[in-house]
């Protein structure tokens, strides 16, 4: 499976393959022009209390991680619709943090390997 990670100010490239936003709320200042996002899945993004609580806190990492993987348990739906897609080719999961390694799309990255 090709699956891979990028902030979504970083300009676009066709090695993405199909991209895929995976934040709840639409990244700031973006149009979705220059966004190119081809799949909005804002069901897989952890719930508002989640990213509330962990505050992008380095300290908290490991405890998010195992509380997001909880969540991502119950939502299968969203995570099929990634693996069908990784099927096909090439998937870039697209979220907006600024913290490039301690994210959503980080715990999502090793959950598809």
Known sequence: MAVKIKRVYEKPKKSDGMRILIDRLWPRGLTKQRAKIDLWLKDIAPSAALRQW???????????????????????????????????????????????????????????K
């Open 54 to 112: 962990f505050g992008h806190d380095p300290a908290k990492w490991p405890e998010f991680k195992k509380r997001y993987l909880k969540e991502l348990k119950s939502d299968q739906e969203a995570i099929k619709q990634i693996k069908e897609r990784v099927k096909k080719g090439t998937v870039t999961l697209v979220y907006g943090a600024k913290d490039t390694e301690h994210n959503d799309a980080v715990v999502l990255k090793d959950y598809f």
